[in-house]
């Protein structure tokens, strides 16, 4: 990338991604994590920060971080430790927050991503830690009618999110994207996190700035942190937005990282532009001190190996093996695995009883994704299983059914819930015998003089104008048969 | 006699007196005393009452009472009650009204005590004469012109007063030995962990720790039966048997026990001869009761009241910042020129500053400032390996004798006002307490005479962890050749 005075430059990004586990109760008292109930409904003296009130581990959510630690090859420290962090905040009733400053759960880890300017190539992008945390309530700004009313919904305090801190290693928004496409699957892969931005079980900041070379020497624009972003779309175009900004700004003012501490910025999403939150003269000092009220967490490496013991394939491995054991591409591979273990599962076990895995991906991704977003369902609610998709691919693959009438089966199968079987016996679907196509094939060569005269000249298209009558006379009959009986009758 | 909480079962058992009658005869107690010695900050007559009916009725219906059943006690005012408001002495939490039981109260109201009502104390526990109250200050019942001690003063005063057996105060630095000793009355603070913290206001929570307060041996150990134990809602609270504290106490017989006599703190300056010579007198009873006494000394002395003056304001300045304005406690009601700072951070400090008494206040600020960037390493840091230090004197200690005797307060209770001005003379009176409390090690107070003017003065015995019923067993030895707790203010 070069500047318009013609200096070469360099994007740097780096993520900080709050993941919200998906336990059934918070981190450190009992009450539910459920999104969506009224205000102020799942809360309790811990979790209220109520004078006297004492926090107590969820061991869950412990389980689930080392998963994520490990999902992204992060390694996982023997002990673990409770910080506290100091500030102010209305929705912060204890005054602090419960966190992990010096001994993070996870550290040191990495994600390959495919890199967006060149498919054949991977990009290496390393994680510095993750850590655990108590997430804060919200508030809500009632404005209306003249008065300033603040409601505090104090819910959401206490649920359990483990922040992933990457190195500075993304070079591009496209990059960015594909960093959190990939945490993203992994993360719900896993199970350990919905990931769902819309419920804030997923938040992003992007910590943006340039590297700019001059006369050989690097210079760094100073650091703009963005927040509040709740697409992967609108953190691809916020980091758009500040590295356009950012260049304009340097060519103006010449201002470098030595000139201006680290900035909050937010995003607007309608006006597609950032815009100043905050101005931190000085660092904020948090007054990090370990939490007197929790011991320190001891993680052996037995309890971490059994739980790497149970991970399971991860998506990246997934997609590699199913390409190779099903004879799919690469792309038909990589959707599967984007919907989830469940439909990997289908999926593997559709295309065992067909022997057909094109087919059955093809299938699945068309028929099977379609029905299941028109009705909003998961594939477990969806009302042909994997053994029955099987089975009547398996009929398309050896010619019993052919594309149209296994779809008529399929969207019988669908509405009735029946078996293959019982659908084609409901849909009348006989299969018919060769000596009964002959006979029929043989009557319609013989009401259709011309079209042996035109095959004999050449013209063997001449015979797909009779398939379309033996299939009215008899449905059950299947093109491809009647295409190639006809021409066994005509080669005599 | 309404001092001795096994007393008042036998009168029960052998229905002499019912639990009415008695909570009566305490409530008319309190309510004589308060005027003069203003131990309660809350009495409440009413359900005092009904409970104790309601234990006189489970009687009369032969049901299984518990082990305090009919004995009113009174319980500081930084342990949470569901019934009764809960305000640390402190303007900050006048009207906090706690939804839920703090676990040592849960445990009291299981073994059918009677609570009486709530004690006044020091704001947030800070203090070591019960002077910083919101709600006046606690007098000594051997002489009201005088403190009696802090932070649990309230709770040593109405025992003192002979107004209830049996009261609940906490320790962070010393805060039930030292009114104890000024009391002339028995103080145990409990193993670090022993005893719940759920639903105990936290001032500093490595270092605080809920125990009994009463006149004799024998009742300390009858409610340490009843509140020590493992609390899963504490995750400090230590998972393991408690041991029969009330089973050890039969035998007087000392023979086998080393007991080391921490002789250099005594010759300190400022330590008073009543004390240094109650000390020497106590180790001579302990000798002729077949204890081997030694000299020992524990190296890091000198750095008991600063390490302590790090950890416990740090701590406290994190646990004192829920108290915001915002969610419950007291708020601020003058918003004018808020325009500098905006409404919220106005509200918070305005609220902060109206709340807070001055002592809690600096001790906001130290722990501020010795938390802050820079400064964290300088104070806080030091601060923990020098304890770590002096958890190795206690261990070094521990593995040559079996308890540490010495004084508990530097002189007896001293004129309400004198050292209200001068912070660090009032933290030297928690100069023998607050090593306990570093190391997590249990101590008691035992009365050990009165000096010259008729002031009671105290020793203190100290044991390693978990060994409170070691403590418990030489304090009732001492009791039964001594005549020094069956003292009272006249
Ligand atoms: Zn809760």
Redesign the interface.
């Known amino acids: 990338m070069t500047l318009s005075n013609g200096y070469p430059a360099q994007t740097v990004i780096g993520l900080e991604v709050h993941v919200q586990l998906k336990t059934e109760t918070k981190l450190f008292c009992g009450c539910s994590t459920t999104f969506g109930a009224p205000p102020n409904t799942q809360v309790c ?1 811990v979790c ?10 969820n061991d869950a959510a412990i389980e689930l971080s080392i998963r994520a630690g490990l999902a992204i090859d992060c390694s996982i420290p023997p002990m673990t430790k409770w910080d ?1 962090k ?1 500030y ?1 905040y ?1 929705d912060l ?4 927050q419960i966190s992990q400053f010096d001994l993070p759960i996870c550290a040191d880890g990495f994600i390959e991503i495919p890199d967006p300017a060149d498919p054949d190539s991977t990009r290496h992008i390393g994680i510095l830690r993750a850590h655990l945390e108590e997430d804060a309530g919200k508030s809500m700004h009632d404005e209306a009618a003249g008065r300033s009313d603040t409601r ?1 919904d104090l819910n959401r305090c206490g649920t359990p999110l483990l922040e992933i801190v990457s190195q500075p290693d993304m070079r591009s928004s496209a990059e960015a994207k594909a960093y959190l496409q990939e945490l993203k699957l992994r993360m719900t892969h896993l199970g350990i996190s919905d990931c769902e931005m819309q419920e804030g079980s997923l938040r992003v900041d992007a910590n943006v700035n340039l590297h700019i070379e001059v006369d050989g020497k690097k210079i760094a624009t100073p650091i703009v942190e963005v927040k509040n972003m709740n697409s992967f779309r609108a953190v691809e175009r916020a980091i758009e937005h500040e590295v356009d900004r950012q260049y304009d700004l340097w060519e103006e003012t010449g201002k470098t990282i030595d000139d201006e501490s680290k900035t909050t910025r937010g995003w607007d999403d309608n006006a597609g532009i950032t815009f100043l939150q905050r101005e931190k003269e000085e660092s904020a ?1 948090y ?1 990090y ?1 370990p939490d ?4 320190p967490i001891r993680l052996p490496i037995e309890r971490v190996e059994a739980a790497r013991a149970n991970l399971g394939e991860l998506p990246g491995a997934i997609r590699i093996r199913l390409a190779q054991q099903y004879g799919i591409k690469p792309y038909d591979a990589d959707v599967i695995v984007n919907q989830g273990p469940d439909l990997i599962a289908y999926f593997e076990s559709a295309a065992t009883g067909s022997g057909d895995g094109k087919r059955t991906s093809s299938w699945i991704q068309q028929d099977v994704m379609r029905t299941l977003k028109d009705r909003d369902i998961g594939i477990g609610e969806f009302p042909v299983d994997a053994d029955s998709l099987g089975k009547l691919l398996e009929k398309v693959a050896s010619g019993e059914l052919d594309n149209a009438r296994a779809r008529d089966v399929f969207a019988h199968m669908i509405e009735t819930g029946q078996s293959v079987e019982a659908a084609i016996t409901a849909l009348g679907i006989e299969s018919v015998d060769n000596s009964e196509l002959e006979t029929l094939c043989q009557e319609l060569l013989d009401a259709n003089p011309q079209v042996a005269e035109d095959f004999k000249a050449g013209k063997q298209q001449a015979v797909g104008s009779l398939i379309g009558q033996a299939k009215k006379k008899n449905p059950n009959a299947n093109p491809q048969q009647v295409r190639e009986t006809l021409i066994k009758l005509l080669q005599g | 006699m309404l001092d001795s909480a096994l007393e008042i079962l036998r009168l029960q058992s052998a229905g002499e007196a019912t639990a009415v009658e008695i909570a009566g005869a305490a409530l008319d107690a309190i309510e004589a005393s308060q005027p003069t010695i203003n131990a309660f900050t809350h009495v409440d007559r009413e359900a005092a009452l009904s409970a104790a009916a309601a234990v006189d009725a489970k009687r009369a219906a032969g049901g299984r009472l518990g082990p305090l059943a009919g004995v009113p006690v009174a319980v500081k005012d930084v ?2 009650t569901r019934d009764m408001p ?1 305000t ?1 002495s402190s303007r900050m ?1 006048k009207n ?1 009204r ?3 039981d ?1 676990g040592v109260v849960e445990r009291l109201r299981a073994a059918d005590a009677v609570i009486v009502g709530k004690t006044n104390m020091d704001e947030f526990a800070m203090g070591a004469s019960t002077e910083n109250s919101a709600f006046g200050v606690t007098r000594n019942p051997w002489d009201t012109t005088r403190i009696p001690g802090g932070s649990s003063g309230g709770a040593a005063a109405c025992v003192a007063a002979g107004t209830v057996p049996l009261s609940i105060g906490t320790d962070t630095g010393g805060s039930i030995r030292q009114p104890a000793a000024m009391c002339g009355v028995t103080g145990l603070k409990p193993t670090y962990g022993r005893v719940s ?6 001032f ?3 270092l605080d720790q809920v125990g009994p307060i009463g006149w004799s041996v024998p009742d300390v150990a009858l409610m340490m039966q009843t509140i020590a134990g493992y609390d ?5 609270s230590l998972n393991l048997d408690i041991s029969h504290y009330t089973e050890v106490l039969s035998s007087h017989d000392l023979r086998g026990l080393k007991i080391g006599i921490l002789r250099e703190s005594m010759d300190r300056d400022g330590v008073d001869d009543s004390v240094r010579q109650a000390t020497l007198d106590a180790a001579d009873v302990f000798q002729s009761i077949g204890a081997e006494m030694v000299e020992i000394d524990l190296p890091h002395n000198d750095y008991w009241v600063p390490t302590y003056y790090v950890i416990a304001p ?2 406290a ?2 646990n ?5 304005g ?3 406690g007291h708020r601020t009601s003058d918003l004018s020129d808020s325009d500098k700072l905006g409404p ?2 106005t509200t ?1 400090c305005r609220s902060r500053a109206e709340g807070f008494g001055d002592e809690v206040k600096r001790r906001i600020m130290v722990g ?1 400032y010795a ?3 820079g400064y ?1 390493d300088q104070y ?1 840091s030091q601060a923990l390996k020098v304890r770590r230090l002096i958890k190795g004197d206690y261990d070094a200690a521990f593995s040559q004798v079996d308890l540490l005797l010495g004084p508990v307060t530097p002189t007896p209770a001293f004129p309400l006002g004198q050292k209200v001005d001068d912070p660090i003379q009032m933290y030297l009176c928690d100069l023998f307490t607050v090593g306990a409390n570093l190391a997590g090690v249990p101590a008691i107070s035992l009365p050990a005479g009165l000096d010259a003017s008729g002031l009671p003065v105290a020793v203190q015995l100290q044991a390693p962890v978990l060994e409170e019923s070691r403590l418990l067993f030489a304090g009732a030895a001492f009791q039964s050749v001594t005549d020094h707790h069956k003292r009272r203010p006249s």
């Not at chain 2, 899963?232 to 400090?236: H, I, L, M, V």
């Open positions: 003296p209220l920060g109520l004078p006297g009130a004492l926090p107590v581990m506290r100091q102010f209305p009733p204890k005054g602090y505090i000092d007054r001190f007197p009220d929790l011991l | 342990l949470c809960t640390c939490l906090f706690p939804p839920y703090a913290r759920y639903g105990l206001i936290a500093a929570s490595s899963a809602r504490d995750s400090t740090c701590e300045s994190s004192l910042s829920r108290y915001d915002a969610h419950y919220l951070v918070y501020t938390l802050s960037e964290a806080y």
